[in-house]
């Protein structure tokens, strides 16, 4: 199954149903999981059916309003944003199906799907339309960190109503003078007399901050008490909504949040990006100044509670960097398939001409795109498959699960929007000067895509995280855990039987696999012990965490492409087919540009430490 739309004349598809169902079931063995007692009262039809709602609510609610979104951007009055109208029927829709609460346990109203199946079916919306798709992820993980840290009242009175779709949600985290730097910010949440807070500050990127899309909007915002400890022990956490809520849930008078102005955004314009004010004095709720809010978990322990949101957002960004990768890929290709010109070598100029798809660099940037984007909708099922391992099993092998969900969190966050932008690239190439003109999606596909590698943490930070953090963290427990599991794989390919060229293929996979692993372990262990003892030295070693970031990530990618082809290296259809060729471009194409990477961090030459900034 190909789900298709309409646009500008040419039938293109937006997602493969198809590759879907072989990552879930035949690779994953999603099915699996109806074992555990989590998830025994599914059943793979269940699953099935799920996956089959998405995709028809992506074509006809998410799909056809996706160029309006781009070309009709929100409008501020002044007062209020407003949306085209079809944002708000999507985003009611998803609700009314059951998607916001569809991974909530049962005794909390929800449906208790894996994660691996609600991953997928987001995969649709955002590979439909990104931008309205966004205020779902927003909402979803809003309400998942007050059912996770807040009182019973607060998920009561906030959490329910953003699984309802009701209400809908915003992470208010950067300034204008404290983008990533949250230690900087200085939003000011004074204490009172009953309990609650009043808010006084300027928030900047917050997207969803204002609209009309639902009943009330929470905002979770990072604010200091006045006797705060400096940088980032002193923050914490509140939730801010646009109207009050009274005790019996009815909306009461608006709070004192406004909009400074919205920020005109180069693509997902349909997702609106504000900058909010609190406590300026335009709405004085109870007849004083101050933005209301209350204080989720304790005092000090904003940024730690607000990492649980951080995280699912930012692997709901890898989601949305894939999906709309391997949209442009599918339109590229539809394209490739019916676009005449040139002849085959050796053929007359009076020979009809040929699809480009005839094209070896046709085929290149194709294969190029399909392996990007294949490969990043592996990742993305796999971390929410860990996560699913990690609610559902015990002892050891839940807290393996975890330990590896956070360290490829940044992976799976940065290696999409970095890679699927690069495939949206290639399909604006596929289809030349159309490609640059907005007759066709792919150019919006780039522009929409070119945010995922800012929000969420950009790619530098992303690195710093890897390096700084996770790889060292518990003496590099989570980086052994996935060394064994890359091992594992490798060893399974060794090991294949079947045609001599099937098994000259396996081997020289795991001999590439295990080469490039035991490099990444090499300079890991070289470099950490470099930049948790020696601050200079450490300085140079942190100055290529990027280069880190973008090798692991590359060699994760490739692990998962061997995988891939394990299950596929016999099948006689198109799909196994395009595996096995994906497979092949990435490890001969791909895989050798780890070395390089970790040749640089391994060197931490000092370049852009020591670089004086006034020659740039």
Request: hydrophobic fraction near 45%.
């Amino acid at each position: 199954r190909l789900m298709s739309i309409k646009l500008t004349g040419m039938t293109v598809s937006i997602l493969s149903a198809r590759d879907v169902d072989f990552l879930l079931f035949d690779w994953l063995r999603t099915q699996e999981l109806l074992e555990r007692p989590a998830f025994a009262s599914h059943s793979r039809e269940t699953f099935a059916s799920v996956l089959e709602l998405a995709e028809p609510l992506a074509r006809e609610k998410y799909a056809p309003h996706h160029r309006a979104n781009d070309l009709q951007e929100p409008r501020f009055d002044g007062t209020s944003v407003t949306l085209i109208p079809e944002v708000g029927a999507a985003v009611r829709a998803s609700a009314a199906a059951g998607f916001l609460r569809a991974g909530l346990p049962g005794e909390d109203g929800g449906g208790g799907l894996p994660l691996s199946i609600g991953s997928a079916c987001m995969a649709w919306f955002h590979a439909a339309n990104t931008a309205t798709a966004a205020y779902s992820l927003l909402s979803m993980a809003a309400g998942n960190l007050i059912r996770t840290h807040g009182t019973d009242e607060q998920r009561r009175l906030f959490a329910e109503p953003l699984a309802e779709g009701r209400f809908t949600g915003t992470m208010a985290l950067s300034e204008p003078d404290a983008g990533s730097n949250l230690a900087d910010l200085q939003t000011r949440a004074i204490p009172q007399d009953d309990g609650t807070y009043r808010l006084f500050g300027r928030k900047m990127w917050i997207s969803g901050g204002d609209h009309e899309l639902s009943e009330n909007i929470v905002h979770l915002v990072l604010a200091r008490t006045p006797d705060a400890a400096p940088g980032t022990r002193g923050i914490s956490l509140f939730i801010v909504p646009k109207y009050l809520v009274a005790q019996d849930g009815s909306h009461g008078e608006r709070n004192d949040v406004v909009l400074a102005g919205i920020n005109h955004k180069m693509g997902s314009r349909g997702t609106v990006n504000t900058a909010p004010v609190l406590g300026d004095g335009a709405h004085t709720p109870g007849g004083a100044p101050g933005a209301v809010g209350h204080l989720v978990g304790s005092v000090g322990q904003g940024l730690p509670i607000m990492f649980s949101m951080m995280n699912e957002a930012r692997l709901g960004v890898g989601i949305a960097g894939t999906a709309v990768g391997y949209a442009g890929y599918l339109e590229s290709l539809a394209y490739a398939r019916e676009r005449l010109q040139g002849r085959r070598p050796g053929q007359s100029p009076a020979d009809p001409q040929v699809p480009i798809t005839e094209h070896p660099d046709v085929r290149r940037m194709l294969l190029a795109q399909k392996s990007y984007v294949e490969g990043a909708l592996a990742l993305m099922l796999y971390c929410s498959r860990l996560i699913d391992d990690a609610h559902s099993l015990d002892g050891d092998a839940a807290a393996e699960a975890a330990a590896l969900t956070g360290l490829l969190t940044p992976i799976a966050k940065s290696w999409p929007a970095q890679w699927c932008l690069e495939a949206n690239s290639l399909a604006i190439q596929v289809l030349g000067g159309a490609g640059y003109t907005r007759d066709h999606s792919v150019e919006q596909h780039y522009r929409d895509n070119r945010l995922n590698a800012i929000h969420e943490g950009t790619h530098g930070i992303q690195g710093l995280d890897l390096l700084g953090r996770k790889v060292l963290l518990d003496g590099g427990r989570a980086l052994g855990m996935l060394v064994t599991r890359i091992t594992a794989t490798a060893e399974r390919a060794q090991a294949v039987a079947g045609p001599e060229s099937v098994v000259s293929v396996g081997q020289r996979y795991a001999a590439d696999l295990l080469a490039m692993t035991s490099r990444l372990v090499e300079v890991s262990g070289s470099v950490g012990g470099v930049a948790a003892g020696h601050p200079e030295s450490g300085a140079r070693v942190m100055a290529e965490a990027t280069a880190y970031l973008e090798a692991m990530g590359h060699l994760v990618i490739a692990w998962l492409w061997v995988e891939q082809w394990l299950v596929a290296r016999e099948g006689d259809d198109a799909l196994h087919a395009g595996k096995r060729a994906a497979a092949e471009y990435f490890m001969t194409r791909e895989l050798p540009k780890v070395a390089h990477l970790l040749d640089l961090v391994a060197a931490h030459d000092g370049l852009t430490t020591a670089l004086d900034p006034d020659v740039l």
